[in-house]
Every structure is written in C-alpha cells, then in structure tokens.
C-alpha cells in the first residue's frame, strides 16, 4: 500500500527513542523527510543516524525541550528553514509524573500540565497555519490506554491525557474542511527503554525478578505478550497517510486487547 508519504515533512517531538524513535523510523520508511527532537543532544543526533541508516530518510535533528514554548518555537522555525513547511506532526513527550491524589502537589499537577497538555497544544499551533494554508495536514497525538481505562497511580497522566483528546475532537471538528486530520493513538504496555526501567522499579518494590513483574503484567493482556514500538508506529503512519484521509478525531488503542470497554 503506498501512505503517499514522499516528499512530505514529519514531525515526531520526544523521538530519541520508545515509541517517538519508531514512529519517526516508520515515516522514514514511507518516504517522509523527519525533523525529530529531544532534551538530548547526543541522544537525538544517535537517532537521527540510526533512522536514517535504516530507512535512507533525510532526518534532521533537533535538541529541544517541550516543556519550553520558546524552545517549541525555535523547534519549529528550523524545520520549515531546512524542508519549507511541516506536513505532519506526531506530538509525545515523557511521560507524566506518577502518584496517587495524595502524594501529588500542586507544583507537580502544573509540572504535568506543561509536560503533558501544554506541549501538545503549542506543538499543534506552531504547525497548524501552514498546514491550513496548504489544505492538507496530519496530527497525531501519542496518548495512553489511560484515556479510556484509568491506571492506578498515574493520576496525572488519567485526569490530563483525556484532556487532550477532548482537544483533538474538538480541533479535528474546527479543521475539517481544510484537509488536515487529528487523531490520537493509545498505546498499552509496550516494550520501550521507559518500560524496561519501570519493570526494574516494579521488581525491586515487590521483591521479584523484572522478568516475574513482566509476567503479571502480561498476565493481563488477551495477547500474552507487550506490544512492539513498531505495532503502534505502523498505525501512526497509517493514520498520517493519504489513506487515512476520511479518518479523523479518533482516539484508538493499540494494546493487544488489554481495554475492557466496549467503546
Ligand atoms: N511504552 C509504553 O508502554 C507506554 C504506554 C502508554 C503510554 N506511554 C507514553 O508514551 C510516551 C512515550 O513513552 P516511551 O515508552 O516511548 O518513553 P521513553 O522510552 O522514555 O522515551 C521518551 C522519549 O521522550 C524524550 N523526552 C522526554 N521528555 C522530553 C521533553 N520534555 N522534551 C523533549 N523530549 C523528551 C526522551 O528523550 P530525551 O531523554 O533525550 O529528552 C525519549 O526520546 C510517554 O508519554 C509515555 O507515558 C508509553
């Protein structure tokens, strides 16, 4: 199938590694021209090598911060010096800070503000005239299955991320007519760097192996296994295509079965 992806500029924000590094590997892979960013400089310019070894893609990578709206903008006016425009944003970042209602301050709910709703909503309008003025554009949000099942301690990322998808819908509804697509992509436990250190904080409360904290988690998954970064990266690019292009406000999980609900 060809996601008639060539010669278009993506955009993936948080992509040193996890899911941002595969969602930007498998636009490469399309054909897509990458600005990709993150706090690491080192980090992002490895990615870049790497993308671009294994795709061909021209990558350009950036060092910056999206919790920082000047660093945002910056972000923003070197992608469009170096391919003219941004045709497709995939907006990610770290995740929120973990915590139950009682451990969560005031300065660490407006820290996951900043991190988690605000760095969407700046990366989107930074991009959104251009896109408007070309009358074709894709944004797609990188959320969590916690947008439609709640995960324990992460009341942050339950009372926040929903936010945004409330944002998407209602954005995708205002652009409509002019082209552009917003969706967002819910991903449940998938193997990333990030998981990987969460396993190894799981094992050592509970005093098991990462391996056992692994297994009760998988336990948990009609699939019996966690996804791989390329499961829901094949769906971004999908969702960012020409294809993709009657689809648009949805929120879909990619999580091997592991939502309960029925919608
Ligand atoms: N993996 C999962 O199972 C899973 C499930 C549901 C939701 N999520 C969410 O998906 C997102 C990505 O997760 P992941 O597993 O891919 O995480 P990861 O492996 O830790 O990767 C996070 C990436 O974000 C960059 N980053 C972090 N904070 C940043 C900031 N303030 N500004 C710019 N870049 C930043 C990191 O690079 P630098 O350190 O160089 O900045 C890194 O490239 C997170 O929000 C996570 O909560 C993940």
Redesign the pocket.
């Known amino acids: 199938m060809d996601f008639g992806l060539k010669g278009k500029t993506a955009m993936v ?9 595969a969602a930007a590997q498998e636009l490469g892979r399309e054909g897509a021209n990458l600005v990709i ?4 400089k080192s ?2 310019e490895a990615a870049a090598r790497r993308i671009h070894e294994s795709t061909g893609a021209e990558v350009l990578p950036l060092v ?4 920082e709206t000047g660093q945002i903008d910056e972000l923003i006016k070197k992608a469009q010096q170096q391919f003219n425009q941004v045709d497709i944003l995939v907006t ?5 800070p973990a915590g139950f209602f009682d451990d969560i301050s005031d300065e660490r709910w407006l820290a996951g503000v900043e ?1 988690t709703l605000l ?1 969407t909503i700046r990366l989107i309008r930074c991009v959104l005239p251009q896109m408007k003025k070309n009358n074709w554009g894709r944004v797609v949000n ?5 947008v439609k099942q709640p995960i324990s301690g992460l009341l942050v ?1 339950n009372t926040l991320r929903p936010g945004l998808v409330g944002l998407a819908k209602s954005l995708a509804d205002e652009v409509a007519t002019t082209g552009i697509t917003v969706n967002n992509v819910c ?4 193997k ?4 990987q250190e969460l396993l190894l904080a799981r094992a050592d409360k509970q005093g098991v192996t990462p391996e056992r904290a692994g297994a009760e988690i998988v336990a948990g998954i009609p699939m019996q296994r ?2 791989e ?1 390329k499961e829901l990266a094949a769906l971004i690019a999908f969702l960012c295509s020409d294809r993709a292009s009657y689809v648009t406000g949805t929120t879909i999980p990619v999580d091997g079965g592991a939502y309960q609900g029925l919608m």
């Open positions: 924000a948080a992509a040193s590694q996890g899911l941002g590094f960013c993150s706090r690491s980090n992002i910056a911060d999206v919790r990610n970042a770290g995740g929120p991190l760095s990188i959320l969590s299955i916690s990322s991903p449940g436990w998938t990333t760097e990030r998981v966690m996804g970064p």
